[in-house]
């Protein structure tokens, strides 16, 4: 009977990259890649942008490492970069993008494709509606799966602050998006 092999923590591997072990950094980058890559399609809508702001984030990651100290996990530091970079291309091309990914339905259905894909839509210029920090909020907490501590952290605000931009992006949406359903308004 094999053992399974053990996970190394993010922790262990950013002591190996210190050292400048490659296959370390490969790790990291196999893990946290695609959080970083999706959240940053998010917050931008264009797949190029998240992509060279993925790259940043790792490249800088990579240049501080023998400088790291443990007072932040991995993700949530690599998440912050991303936020920061995306904050930098937003002021310099000053426009709030109205595109967000879709997620992916998996049912074959034609009928049911289409109808996804015009609710994606008008989810989408929902979330591009709501100001920057209430679509950050919640693509970190929903769509990234932090916690309210972690978001809070990425975002540079007190977790009161965090849960108060969360609940004014969750009744923006509830309010835009009452007329898709007629219930969603209701408490």
Not at 81 to 103: K, Q
Request: a neutral charge; charged letters at 30%.
């Amino acid at each position: 009977m094999k053992a399974l092999p053990t996970v190394e923590s993010d922790d262990a591997l950013m002591q190996r990259l210190k050292g400048g072990d490659g296959a370390a950094f490969g790790e990291l980058l196999g893990r946290h890649a695609g959080a970083v890559a999706g959240y940053s399609y998010r917050m931008l809508g264009n797949a190029a942008e998240a992509d060279d702001i993925a790259q940043e984030s790792f490249l800088r990651l990579w240049r501080g490492r023998e400088k790291w100290e443990p007072r932040a996990q991995v993700r949530t530091w690599l998440l912050r970069v991303a936020h920061n970079l995306c904050i930098d291309r937003f002021r310099r091309r000053e426009v709030v993008t109205s595109e967000f990914p879709e997620v992916a339905d998996r049912r074959p259905s034609p009928a049911g494709e289409l109808q996804r894909k015009q609710v994606g839509r008008i989810v989408v210029e929902a979330l591009a509606a709501l100001p920057e920090r209430q679509r950050s909020a919640i693509g970190l907490v929903y769509y990234e799966g932090l916690s309210n501590i972690e978001a809070a952290e990425v975002l540079g605000v007190s977790i009161d602050a965090l849960e108060s931009l969360l609940s004014r992006g969750r009744r923006s949406l509830r309010q835009d998006l009452s007329h898709l359903h007629p219930h969603l308004g209701e408490e």
